[in-house]
C-alpha cells in the first residue's frame, strides 16, 4: 500500500472516480436508449398488401 499523502492522493482516489464516471456514463447510454425509441411503421393499405403478396408470390408487375 502507497503512504497517504498528498503526493499519492491520486493512486488513492482515482480508481474510484474512473469507477463512478464508468457507472455515470453507463446509466446516461442507457437512459438515451431507452429515450430513442424506434419509429413505428403505419400498417400497409390494402393496395400495398396486395402488392406485396403478388412480389412475394413471385408475380412481380
Known sequence: KPPVKGSTLVL???PAVVALFGIL???L??????AAS???AKPLSPEER???NKLLEGDAP
Do not use: E, N, S
Not at 447510454?29 to 431507452?34: D, E, G, K
Open 12 to 14: 488513492w482516489i482515482g
Open 25 to 27: 456514463a453507463l446509466i
Open 29 to 34: 447510454f442507457y437512459r438515451r436508449r431507452r
Open 38 to 40: 424506434p419509429v413505428a
Open 50 to 52: 396486395a402488392r406485396l
